[in-house]
């Protein structure tokens, strides 16, 4: 399905009306993400997040609300997260990421709030 943004910008008027496909919205899906960040020893982050950024083994990747869902290996570094205007940070020392559509699951090696 093609969900069109706006009608064409060509000069010459369509022969056919313009209509938007059913299901096409013009906003994003109302999806809250939620973020943990757990370590062997414990919970360090267990909370609704804007946006996370993580420092993933092949780079930095970067998470919003209805992501396509993956897992990934974490490098040792900070994962930073905006929540309600904040930016925050937690240190980690390596690990595993799962990504679904509203939720981010870190399992660290070891971690500490930056």
Do not use: N
């Amino acid at each position: 399905m093609s969900c069109q943004s706006r009608p064409s910008t060509w000069s010459a008027r369509s022969k056919r009306p313009w209509r938007r496909e059913p299901g096409c919205s013009s906003r994003w899906p109302e999806v809250s993400l939620q973020l943990s960040i757990v370590t062997p020893e414990r919970t360090l982050v267990e909370l609704v997040v804007d946006s996370v950024l993580a420092p993933g083994a092949e780079g930095e990747f970067g998470v919003l609300p209805a992501h396509e869902p993956y897992l990934t290996v974490l490098q040792a570094g900070e994962v930073r997260y905006e929540a309600g205007g904040q930016s925050q940070r937690v240190r980690i020392g390596g690990g595993f990421a799962e990504v679904t559509q509203e939720r981010v699951t870190v399992l660290a090696t070891s971690g500490e709030p930056a």
